[in-house]
């Protein structure tokens, strides 16, 4: 039975795990893997968001959590490892600019800076609510950390896994500080942009980098020579 008392913890606990699957989002190398920890992920802001609910009385947070269930925990991962056991990708070995362990050393400077900077702006969020001042620190972290996840992998569909976990950050800043309404606007808008996102590459190259992905729009004549030399 979860007592009024216990649910602060036990949002604590889930918002530290949250923080965790999103360093591992950026040191795994096998691609069912990122889907089953995004899947995690995204599980774990359900359950955030159930038991926000229960702490501010909100109705409203149980349909992001409704629709974060379907679209995140069943939907999308579903879809993405259907096209992946198709065509048969399984690691993701490829990196630039930072590999696993640079990456994750910047995401750890990443949340010290943005711990320090929310301290000296949100003190006064931070005297009142401890609570809510962890997860705004945690949720604009997840979004540099997925946004270094699209800028080190380079496979397209690992980077599409990075502007998923970056719009799980947003979600997740949004729950503990902004109003519901403009939660719930952004992330269909953000969610309407990913659809296009992963329905562009599914159809021309799932598995491409992105050099190998205009090569592949080159030759179903959406890319044409002219703009590859512009």
């Not at 809510?132 to 604009?140: Q, R």
């Amino acid at each position: 039975m979860i007592t009024p008392e216990s649910a602060p913890v036990l949002v604590r606990i889930s918002l530290v795990l949250v923080l965790v699957s999103a360093a591992f989002l950026l040191s795994s190398r096998n691609l069912p893997n990122l889907v089953r920890i995004y899947q995690l992920q995204s599980l774990l802001l359900v359950i955030i968001a159930v038991f926000l609910a229960g702490i501010e009385d909100h109705a409203l947070l149980f349909l992001v959590a409704g629709l974060t269930f379907i679209s995140k925990v069943w939907g999308i991962p579903t879809f993405i490892r259907m096209i992946q056991q198709r065509i048969q990708i399984h690691q993701d070995i490829r990196f630039s600019y930072l590999h696993p362990a640079g990456a994750l050393m910047v995401s750890i400077l990443i949340i010290l800076l943005v711990y320090t900077c929310f301290s000296r702006i949100l003190d006064s969020l931070y005297e009142s609510s401890s609570l809510f001042f962890l997860g705004s620190v945690i949720g604009v972290s997840m979004v540099l950390m997925g946004l270094i996840a699209v800028f080190s992998r380079k496979m397209a569909i690992t980077k599409v896994i990075g502007y998923l976990s970056m719009e799980n950050g947003v979600l997740l800043f949004g729950m503990f500080v902004t109003e519901l309404p403009f939660i719930i606007e952004f992330v269909i808008m953000v969610d309407l942009i990913i659809l296009v996102l992963l329905t562009s590459i599914l159809t021309v190259g799932i598995d491409s980098s992105i050099e190998e992905y205009k090569e592949r729009m080159q030759e179903f004549h959406l890319f044409t020579g002219e703009e590859a030399v512009q």
